[in-house]
């Protein structure tokens, strides 16, 4: 579906497994894996539950999306289908063009600007909300959410600069 090939493939990963049974020596009478399936462009949670479905064939009781059901520290209900829709935007929008304008005033070079091969909380922003979102961050791309993730006091120091930097781009003119 990713029609441009930008962000290339959905993935998908085991990422939880559980078995039941009447002891840790029986045959188990129930077994529950978890999919973490990551969406690419054009994909939605209802393609990706049918791939799901279609793959595993008749032998699986069911297929459904998970829900996050914890309240917040005031009590408040925060449930949520655990769903993150893809997002992404154009090279030329305007708010990609301002992030590149404040990385030159500060850098005196252009940023390569590309996606990332992670998933953020613009899923909720962007990819849910539909509001306009880029990311600029600290660390090596590679180490992201994993064990041996480290973030360097200089990449901060950057990151603090151009986001301090392009709400004043914006203001001059630069869209959002």
Known sequence: P???NFLGKGTVVVSHL?????SQCAVADEAMIYLDR????GETAAMAIAQVKEYMGSDVA???????EKRGYRGIDYGQELYFPTWKIPADHGLVKAG???????????PVVDKWTFSTNAVAVCGAHKIPAIGFGPGDENKTHAPNEAVSIDDLEVCSAFY????????QGGEE
């Open 18 to 22: 559980e078995a039941h049974g009447p």
């Open 100 to 110: 590149e304008q404040a990385y030159l005033l500060l850098y005196n070079k252009k």
């Open 2 to 4: 990713d029609s441009d």
């Open 38 to 41: 990551r969406l690419t462009w």
């Open 62 to 68: 069911s297929v459904a999306m998970p829900r996050y």
């Open 164 to 171: 301090a930097m392009l709400p004043y781009v914006l203001d």
